[in-house]
């Protein structure tokens, strides 16, 4: 194998220039303002977002108490998805908390049928929420919530890795009640695939 190797005069272009060190000084002023600048714009972004998924959180866990009738549904909906979109990790459990929430089909804004917003936001938070889907499948006896964690973990991760990891969490459970409710979990990954309205 040749390795060919031009050099700049060769190739027709202009020698590099090497760094005059009567101006390196200035550079080197430059440089840390712009860098404060830019982490000042970061942590401002950041707070900014802190503050807006303490708002949207405030939203969901109003609605805890309240009656159906009672709901803004599209102001809600619109809350859930917001969380999942900005990725909110810290919402995966006041989520899980309302994981059974219904909405009209007019307060969900989609054309087509899927998972219900709920399910889509922690979908789109990811890890968290499989984690937080795996703690809440061990804990929650009521039995028609399991697939809608299970949907969870599987949107996350997958149907395999989904399985291995809820087998993996019931073989490490010391309480039997809650290693059963694990167990039945994992029997559900087989139909996970489908959607959960």
């Not at 000084?25 to 942590?43: G, I, N, Y």
């Not at 909110?88 to 989609?110: Q, R, S, W």
């Not at 937080?132 to 929650?140: C, G, M, N, T, V």
Request: positive net charge; hydrophobic residues 40%; charged residues 30%.
């Amino acid at each position: 194998m040749l390795i060919f190797s031009w050099s700049r005069a060769q190739t027709g272009q202009p020698a590099k220039k090497k760094m005059d060190p009567a101006t390196a000084p200035e550079l080197e002023k430059c440089v840390p303002s712009d860098v404060d600048a830019r982490e000042t714009a970061f942590r401002e972004m950041c707070d900014a977002r802190n503050h807006k998924i303490g708002v949207l959180l405030l939203l969901v866990q109003e609605i805890k108490g309240k009656p159906d009738e009672h709901r803004d549904q599209t102001r809600l909906c619109t809350a859930i998805r917001m969380l999942g979109e900005l990725r909110a990790k810290n919402a995966a459990g006041p989520l899980m908390d309302v994981i059974d929430l219904k909405f009209t089909y007019a307060a969900t804004h989609t054309g087509a049928p899927g998972d219900s917003p709920v399910i889509q936001a922690l979908a789109d938070i990811g890890k968290p929420a499989s984690i937080a889907a795996i703690e809440y499948l061990a804990k929650d006896d009521r039995l028609a919530m399991a697939p809608r964690y299970v949907r969870v973990i599987t949107l996350v991760e997958g149907v395999e890795v989904g399985r291995f990891m809820v087998q993996g969490a019931a073989e490490k459970e010391l309480n039997r009640d809650r290693r059963a409710r694990l167990l039945k979990g994992v029997e559900l990954f087989d139909k996970a695939h489908k959607v959960i309205q």
